[in-house]
């Protein structure tokens, strides 16, 4: 069973930065991709960055130049460090450990394993 735990969500105000954690039970970064996805009130969950087990990372394009996914195998943990932030990517951040069976973000299949999410909210 996997056990993920995000943290690091908070109020920000525009063009300020965040930092993501996810912290996984055991060492899970050599079976799983893992996945940072994101959501708003009324509004499907998207997909937002992605990176393999050999290190290869996708991203949404409206936040190509400004997220960066990484992950510390040491720690058995995942970041999303977000830089210039905007309004729009006011959402609710969740973590998923899952597979990826192309090169491209939307390769990316989720497994049943998520986070309980963290509350980023950009607003002057």
């Known amino acids: 069973q996997v056990h993920l735990v995000e943290s690091g969500g908070g109020l920000v105000q525009p063009g300020g930065s965040l930092r993501l954690s996810c912290a996984a039970s055991?060492?899970?970064?050599?079976?799983?991709?893992m996945g940072w996805y994101r959501q708003s009130p009324g509004i499907e969950r998207d997909l937002v960055a992605t990176?393999?087990?050999?290190?290869?990372?996708n991203y949404l394009d409206s936040v190509k130049g400004r997220f960066t996914i990484s992950r510390d195998s040491a720690k058995n943990t995942v970041y999303l460090q977000m830089n210039s932030l905007k309004p729009e990517d006011t959402a609710v951040y969740y973590c998923?450990?899952?597979?990826?069976?192309?090169?491209?973000?939307?390769?990316?299949?989720?497994?049943?394993?998520w986070g309980q999410g963290t509350q980023v909210t950009v607003s002057s």
């Open positions: 055991g060492s899970i970064f050599s079976t799983f991709s």
């Open positions: 990176i393999t087990r050999n290190g290869r990372t």
């Open positions: 998923n450990a899952g597979l990826t069976v192309g090169d491209y973000l939307s390769d990316y299949r989720p497994y049943d394993y």
